[in-house]
């Protein structure tokens, strides 16, 4: 059986830092943790990695569209895979949790991000969706400036013992995602 894990992010070096890149971290840190093999482009589609976790084949993937076309990708992975949306986990920035804190749920209101509509547009949404925690401006015109800006260092560190927790309890998602959320948020 396979799963698909997408994190959300804009591709190339100019970005990698960026808060709104939360999603590729997670999945970076879930490959080196996890000794999967070195990320592939497919397609030109996305940069794709794997492991297995006991009977589940977990794919890692890292979108080339731009985050607002996100669903391109993870459409064409789901046909490509034959992997539906129930088995989707897409890993991704929330300016509406405090910076660290995570949550788990399935379906549901894309909350404005833009990764999200584009897969709701293209794939549904019907996928299990694990939002990292970026914080929010205080002013509503610093959104995007903030979510396209750099962690400061603290944040950094915050984030990055985050992103090894995740990694380091990946199978938590698919067999107690509350506690998974409850690990992660202590």
């Not at 789901?78 to 920035?93: G, N, T």
Request: glycine share 10%; with cysteine.
């Amino acid at each position: 059986m396979d799963a698909l894990l997408v994190g959300l992010g804009n591709p190339g070096p100019r970005y990698e830092k960026n808060r709104h890149n939360a999603g590729f971290r997670v999945i970076n840190a879930i490959a080196k943790a996890n000794t999967a093999v070195s990320f592939k482009k497919v397609m030109g589609v996305a940069d794709v990695s794997s492991f297995h976790l006991d009977s589940i084949r977990l794919i890692l993937a890292k979108p080339l569209t731009f985050m607002n076309l996100s669903g391109q990708a993870v459409r064409f992975l789901m046909d490509f895979y034959k992997i539906s949306p129930e088995r989707i986990y897409v890993f991704h920035d929330d300016i509406d949790l405090g910076l660290g804190c995570i949550k788990i749920k399935k379906g549901g209101g894309n909350g404005g991000h833009n990764g999200l509509k584009s897969i709701d547009s293209l794939a549904g949404n019907d996928y299990w969706r694990i939002r990292i925690g970026i914080g929010r401006p205080e002013e509503k015109s610093m959104v995007s400036s903030h979510v396209l800006g750099d962690f400061s260092a603290d944040e950094e560190d915050i984030l990055q013992k985050i992103y090894y927790k995740i990694s380091d309890d990946i199978v938590l998602l698919f067999s107690d995602r509350k506690m998974l959320e409850s690990k992660l948020n202590h």
